[in-house]
Structure formats: structure tokens, C-alpha cells
């Protein structure tokens, strides 16, 4: 199951659009979670420490 993040997690600001924006695939078991963001400055600021951005609203709101 994929499930889209369209919040940047370094910013905290939603996507108006996600055509041709970075993103990162996030897999925990079966499940995957596409992250996009606003610039790739934002998706390598995330890389460097994915725990120090997390996306609590998301997990708060897991099926």
C-alpha cells in the first residue's frame, strides 16, 4: 500500500502541486509512504536526519 505525504516535513507548509516535485519513499513493513517536497534542498535536509522532521499529523492520523 502507497500513501502520499503532500505536506514538505521541513517546512510544514502543503504542495499545491506534486508534478515533477522531489519526494522520498519511506517503507516501514508493507506499508510505504511517499514524502514530497518543495526543493531538493528540503528532500536533502530530510535525508541527512528523517527522525529530526517527522510527520506526527501522519502518524496521528494512520489507518
Known amino acids: 500500500m502507497y500513501r502520499i505525504e503532500t505536506t ?3 517546512t510544514g507548509r502543503p504542495l499545491k502541486q506534486i508534478v515533477n516535485m522531489p519526494y522520498v519513499i519511506e517503507n516501514v513493513n508493507d506499508d510505504s509512504l511517499v514524502i514530497y517536497f518543495e526543493s531538493e534542498y528540503n528532500r ?4 541527512q536526519n528523517p527522525a529530526e522532521h517527522s510527520l506526527a499529523h501522519h502518524a496521528k492520523n494512520r489507518a
Open 8 to 10: 514538505d516535513p521541513i
Open 44 to 47: 536533502d535536509l530530510y535525508l
